[in-house]
Every structure is written in C-alpha cells, then in structure tokens.
C-alpha cells in the first residue's frame, strides 16, 4: 500500500505569511496527487492535482503545489495567508486512480 | 441542490445494531467512494464501485457492506455496529480519468455507536 506523510499536524501562520504544508509519499511510480481542503462541518473540496504534464501546479484560492520526483515530495504553498484559509488540508496519492491514500491531515490557524 | 448528498447527516446507535449510510449523486459518475475520517487518522477507504456491478474493498471493509443500487445510489452497512466504529463517513464520487480523477465529496455523516 501507499503512505502519504504530512509533517505538522498543526501549522499556525500570520495573516499575509507564507503558507507551506507538507506532503510526502511513497510509491515505485509517479503518482497521481492532490490537496484536499476541510472547512468546518463540511465535506473535502479538491485545491489541486498533479497527473501528468507541468510539475508546478495552481489550484484555487492561489494555493499551488509543486511535484518533485527525486524528493517523493508535494508541498502546498500560498505566498500570503488570509483569514479563510484556516481548515484541515489533506493530502492524497493514487498510483493507478483507483484507489486513493490520504494523509491525517495539517489543521491550518491563521493569526490576525 | 448539492451533487452529492448523504442521509442520515447525524445517527446515534447501539452497539449490536444494523445501520445503513446512503448516498445519492446527479453528477452521472460512475465511480463511488465510501470513507471514514477519524481524528488524526485522516481518511481510510472502506469500499469503491466503478458501476453497479463492480464492488471493490479498500483498507478498512472489515465490519462494513456496501450496496450499489443503482449509479447514482450507494449504501454502506454496518452489519453488527461497534463503538470503534464511531466516526464521520464520507461518500465521494469521481468521474475516473476523464475527470483527472478528481474526487467530490458529500457533506458527511456523523455516526456514534454507544
């Protein structure tokens, strides 16, 4: 089985700082990634994917992620941090897009 | 409307008793997901059907039973439910590869066994 790693379960930032979530994974072949997003008592909504192509990818919210083969890694940035970022990102991998592995998650604050 | 929607959002229950989570979609998807999310843990997947008559198990499906009734319905059972299995369980639905395999999510149900 796949394993997606992130590393901070809690990241706190100031409001205008620089986002950076973790993730990185385990597999013999380049995956299929995501960054999931969380908001209070709703369901995930998909930021980004990395399938194929372009390494740097952008998703919404200006949120962008880049894929590093050599490094098994696929951080999540954001050049300045707003308020309405705070939620639980998740992270996931599928080596085949069938069956999806998700990270536990980096609950996000967002200090005024 | 929500594309995918999950009933009941909240279920308390017993240990001992059976209980069914269903899950409907209008996004036409053919692919479905059955999840849980405990605190910490993340997300696991319990079961995913790529039609009506493809089942699959993924990591966790001890203690669990799926039903794809149709493409747009798919129901998870807990035959004999046990308070371990207290957690929100989501449904996501996908459009496979034609959909960059993109996954959406219902809004969750909360289940507690006591």
Redesign the interface.
């Known amino acids: ?1 796949q394993s ?1 790693t ?1 590393l901070g ?1 809690h990241v706190s930032v100031s409001e205008g700082a620089l986002v950076l979530l973790r993730c990185n994974y385990s597999s013999s072949v380049p995956p ?1 990634l ?1 960054w ?1 997003v969380q908001y209070p ?6 930021l980004l ?1 990395y ?1 194929t192509g372009a390494t740097l990818v952008k998703g919404i919210n200006g949120f962008e992620a880049e894929f590093k083969k050599s490094e098994t890694s696929f951080h999540l940035t954001k050049p300045s941090a707003h308020m309405s970022d705070a939620a639980e990102y ?1 992270c ?1 991998v ?1 080596r085949t ?9 980096t609950s996000l604050t967002v200090i005024p | 409307d929500a594309d995918v929607t999950q009933t009941p959002r909240n279920r308390i229950t017993k240990t001992g008793k059976r209980i069914m989570l269903e899950c409907s979609q209008t996004k036409g998807h053919d692919r479905m997901y059955w999840y849980r999310q405990d605190p910490g843990l993340g997300l696991r997947l319990i079961y995913y059907s790529f039609d009506v008559k493809d089942i699959n198990k993924g990591e966790i499906s001890d203690g669990y039973s799926v039903s794809r009734q149709a493409q747009a319905k798919f129901s998870l059972s807990l035959e004999s439910a046990i308070p371990n299995q207290t957690a929100l369980y989501f449904c996501a639905t996908s459009d496979g590869p034609v959909g960059f395999y993109e996954q959406y999510f219902g809004p969750g149900t909360r289940l507690t066994v006591t």
């Not at chain 1, 008592?41 to 998909?46: D, E, M, P, T």
């Open positions: 089985a997606v992130q379960s299929y995501f999931y008592n709703q369901g995930l909504q998909l994917k399938t998740f996931a599928s897009g069938n069956q999806f592995y998700f990270g536990t998650g």
